[in-house]
């Protein structure tokens, strides 16, 4: 399934816990006050069961953004 | 794919041992600090756990829990005919764990003696094992022993595997019977090995002074060579991928489906992870008993130690279908869907 910019950050928000009105595509999601190993989980979680994708770690590294993020989703 | 089926072979008691001691995580406040120790205990769901002393082993757990089921069964110790033992953590590298058993719990020298070693699957691998010893003409009971105490391999300096580990021991005895089919579903991924790991004891990498001292590792963690190292992200994205498709596929191979199985069993590995795999699955929650609360994830005991301490009243009474599943260092991950008929579930007992 593709992801929308909007529908992706309405989930990450979800996922992660952060208001979604602070939450910006060029964002990088490592910054947030919220992102810690409990984050990562939920948004690993999201991204299975929303998008069905499995990002592998050596991949998920170099992403930076949440526009990487969406890159990634609609990529794989 | 490994697709086992066994008619007229079951669960015919289950017995299960955890230590006295209890471990609150609130002690790893230190190692987390308080905020971020509460989110993590919100997450895994374990608050704490049961823990050994140094002294004890996996073994005595395991006869403590055989010794309950034989006072609280029929089956005398002279109808045993095989004892397997699974654990990552055996008494010695030499000589095997299970003919000590054999000699403690006073079985007759004419049983066949098995260790089996895996991870937190094992349960899973290893009642398929006894299934099919149990199977074979002229063998009436096998008795499973499956044991762990992650608490002696693990760093509480380690900040991933800390807060999850608790020890239990258990017994499962399995007969032959009027029970129907069961059926198994193995699976391995060996590309994975690395995720779960402890690296240093082994013939690849054995024990020397180096191995053994404490070292800093990833994100600040510290640990010996012969401790347990785990890559959370990488065991989560695994499990994200096989464990809900595994749980169908055995629905789909039985014809069976969510509202027909009475009881769906997973590996407590954590809470976020299981509360995942009912929402995906679409599992009613009060199908889906929960003993990580209180003993932590006891690695491949999870399972038996969950039947006796969550199921026992509902097991005890009527005959129920139970969707068992396990996941874990290998990598490695099974589905069984057995047919329990009120087996003999004995008291948790706590040494």
């Known amino acids: ?76 | 794919m490994a697709k086992l089926e066994f008619t007229n072979v079951g669960v015919r008691a289950i017995a299960a041992c955890v230590p006295k001691h209890v471990r609150s995580n609130n002690q790893l406040e230190v190692l987390l600090g308080s905020i971020e120790l509460e989110k993590v205990l919100q997450n895994i769901g374990i608050r704490e756990m049961r823990q050994v002393s140094e002294a004890t082993t996996p073994a005595d757990l395991c006869c403590a829990a055989a010794e309950r089921l034989f006072i609280d069964n029929s089956a005398s110790k002279d109808e045993i005919d095989v004892v397997l033992f699974l654990s990552q953590n055996g008494d010695f590298k030499i000589p095997a764990t299970s003919p000590s058993i054999q000699y403690r719990l006073g079985l007759p020298t004419t049983t066949a003696c098995l260790d089996l070693t895996l991870a937190c699957s094992g349960y899973i691998y290893a009642l398929s094992t006894a299934f099919a010893y149990a199977s074979i003409p002229g063998v009436k009971n096998v008795l499973l022993l499956v044991g762990e105490t992650f608490s002696q391999i693990v760093s509480d300096k380690d900040k991933v595997n800390a807060p999850l580990y608790g020890d239990a021991g258990t017994a499962t005895l399995i007969s032959k019977g009027d029970f129907g089919s069961s059926i198994f579903q193995l699976y391995s991924d060996g590309s994975g090995a690395d995720a779960i790991k402890i690296e240093a004891g082994g013939a690849r990498c054995p024990a020397n002074s180096e191995t053994v001292l404490p070292k800093e590792r990833e994100d600040g963690n510290i640990r010996s060579g012969h401790q347990l190292y785990m890559d959370g992200m990488e065991v989560f994205n695994f499990t994200l991928k096989v464990v809900p498709k595994s749980v169908k596929d055995a629905l789909a191979e039985t014809g069976e489906n969510v509202d027909s199985i009475d009881f769906f069993v997973f590996h407590q590995a954590n809470r976020f992870m299981i509360d995942f795999f009912v929402k995906k699955l679409k599992i009613p929650k009060d199908k889906v008993p929960i003993s990580l609360d209180t003993f932590g994830n006891v690695s491949s005991a999870t399972i038996p130690l969950t039947l006796v301490t969550r199921l026992k009243n509902e097991l005890v009474v009527s005959d129920k279908k139970v969707l068992i599943s396990g996941f874990g260092a290998g990598l490695s991950w099974g589905t069984a869907m057995l047919r329990m008929n009120c087996p003999v579930v004995s008291e948790l007992v706590e040494l």
Not at chain 1, 16 to 42: H, K, M, P, Q
């Open chain 1, 1 to 76: 399934m593709k992801a929308s910019p909007n529908d992706f950050i309405l989930a990450l928000s979800e996922a992660i816990e952060r208001d979604v009105e602070t939450i910006n595509i060029e964002d990088c999601f490592r910054d947030y006050v919220e992102w810690d190993s409990i984050a990562l989980l939920s948004l690993i979680a999201m991204l299975d069961d929303n998008y069905g994708v499995n990002i592998p770690r050596e991949i998920f590294e170099k992403l930076e953004t949440i526009q990487d993020l969406i890159d990634q989703v609609n990529n794989s």
